[in-house]
């Protein structure tokens, strides 16, 4: 897999850091930290202290996938473990020509999510209450954030991955938001789960100190 080239430094808005958004874009982005505290008034989805870097915590940081790869338009990306709809809201939001399936077992998030969907008009997004090995693919991405250690998550969702085509820059497969250090731990559940594999530090596309040990990882299974 060819390695990526550096990209700009992130404005504190979290618009700068993302190149050629159209004007839609950009106000669906500016609405969700209004939305999100309208919502998390009434249901902690978002710790509160966490919630004051809501823009760079969560938005800009879901958004550190679509500076990897932007999806191709027809494409289906499924996000495991959405909580309150991140990566999955701002890929979105930046991707309307790609279909998300956002999924969590937690009922309540999952209510959110649809909330903050209709209320931009994201036709793009299907939210659902499940677990993530009850969802049928074929999906030509698999997101996800933090939600269970990489073992775990691999075996549930591989069978989902779309082989048969592929419509993005890059092959089809798992898209993780990783932190934490991962010296050989992480490569060592790759080659463990079979398939090709990347690390990307989400620094090289965002300055903020927040992301100094923070990295995408893709997964390819064979």
């Known amino acids: 897999m060819s390695p990526a080239a ?23 982005l500016a609405a969700l930290e ?16 966490d919630f004051a870097h809501f823009d760079l915590h969560h938005v800009l940081h ?7 790869v932007a999806f191709a338009p027809g494409s289906r990306v ?19 020509d790609t279909e998300f399936v956002l999924v969590d077992s937690i009922g309540k998030k999952i209510k959110v999510v649809a909330a903050v969907a209709q209320a931009l008009g994201l ?22 954030r933090a939600v269970a250690r990489t073992a775990a998550l691999l075996p549930w969702v591989m069978r989902s991955i779309d082989r048969t085509r592929t419509l993005s820059a890059v092959p089809n497969g798992v898209l993780l938001l990783k932190g934490g250090d991962l010296t050989g731990a992480l490569g060592a559940e790759f080659a463990e789960a079979g398939g090709a594999h990347r690390v990307v530090p989400v620094s090289d596309y965002f300055a903020d100190p927040y992301f100094e040990h923070k990295y995408v990882a893709h997964f390819v299974p064979r």
Not at 8 to 27: E, F, K, Y
Not at 34 to 49: C, G
Not at 62 to 68: G, T
Not at 78 to 96: C, K
């Open 62 to 68: 879901s958004l550190a996938l679509h500076r990897y």
């Open 123 to 144: 036709k793009n997004v299907t939210a659902r209450h499940a677990r993530a090995e009850k969802v049928r693919g074929p999906f030509d991405f698999v997101v996800s």
């Open 78 to 96: 499924l996000d495991v473990g959405t909580g309150g709809g991140f990566p999955g809201i701002p890929l979105a939001i930046v991707s309307p």
């Open 6 to 28: 550096p990209l700009p430094s992130a404005h504190p808005d979290g618009t700068a850091a993302v190149p050629s958004l159209s004007p839609a874009a950009q106000a669906s």
């Open 34 to 49: 209004p939305l999100y505290a309208e919502w998390n008034a009434a249901i902690n989805v978002i710790s509160r202290k």
